[in-house]
């Protein structure tokens, strides 16, 4: 297991925020980085069909870089696939992306909480489950933005993004009655924490912009072996899309993350 990859999988480039933090914790791993952006975005996509196309590209994934463990950095695709993923390939350890509903819940101080996502991850049971289990005694705002992963991978890439544009997909995650105010917002698509800084300027107040990557990456930590005396592969670590080369821009993004298109 020492010598097995970590894989991340997301459907584009936000599951590089949580490869970033899973780095600093387990510098001796070798890192497998898969976007799947012919399939990219996954909020238009039925529920079956998707759950579908991610058990079967895993089964190629499995088989191609017997990873030690899989990371699913994207909350659409997790709530979506996790429990037929670990049905599926019961041998491998699956590390999820959910909303991060909870520590919100536990943060709180005014009761108002909201949760910016994909449409997706919004319409999804699994996260109103999330919702009634542990923070049934706030208010939680859903915000479905339809346009802000596209809005992320371009800004990321060093594109051109709105300010207006931007604003008018955040604008729902802020509210104010009855005196209380939205203090958090979780960010509940791993491309968002990109634009956090772009968000941070945009919002009409200061509220806590909830990143669950640290999270995740803690959480797969826990489950590999520790060698503390152990130093980075001599390999490069690789970056696959599943719609094959991507353009200039993108791979100039994972050579600067220090990743080897292949």
């Not at 909870?102 to 910016?116: D, M």
């Not at 991978?153 to 060093?158: D, F, L, Q, S, T």
């Not at 209380?180 to 791993?190: F, K, N």
Request: with cysteine.
């Amino acid at each position: 297991m020492d010598d097995q990859p970590v894989l991340v999988f997301d459907s584009g480039i936000g599951g590089l925020t949580v490869l970033r933090e899973a780095r600093v914790l387990m510098p001796e791993r070798r890192f497998v980085y898969v976007a799947d952006d012919a399939g990219f975005p996954y909020g238009g996509w039925a529920e079956d069909a998707l759950r579908d196309r991610i058990v079967d590209l895993f089964d190629g994934l499995l088989r191609d870089h017997d990873p030690a463990l899989c990371i699913v950095a994207c909350n659409t695709a997790f709530t979506v696939a996790g429990a037929a993923l670990r049905a599926a390939y019961p041998g491998m350890t699956f590390v999820g992306t959910v909303p991060a509903i909870k520590p919100a819940a536990e943060r709180t101080r005014s009761g108002r909480v909201s949760v910016l996502a994909t449409p997706g991850t919004v319409r999804r049971d699994y996260t109103r489950d999330l919702i009634q289990s542990y923070a049934s005694q706030c208010h939680v705002t859903l915000v479905g933005s339809p346009r802000l992963a596209r809005m992320a991978e371009a800004y990321v890439r060093g594109l051109p993004v709105s300010d207006e544009a931007v604003a008018a997909e955040i604008g729902p995650c802020f509210v104010e009655e009855d005196g209380a105010r939205t203090d958090i917002v979780v960010l509940a698509c791993t491309h968002y924490p990109f634009m956090a800084n772009v968000f941070r300027r945009l919002a009409p107040w200061p509220v806590d912009w909830l990143d669950p990557a640290e999270a995740i990456a803690r959480r797969a930590r826990s489950l590999l072996p520790r060698r503390a005396d152990a130093l980075h592969p001599e390999e490069d670590d690789l970056a696959l899309f599943t719609g094959g080369r991507p353009d200039f821009a993108t791979r100039r993004l994972m050579n600067s993350f220090g990743l080897k298109v292949g």
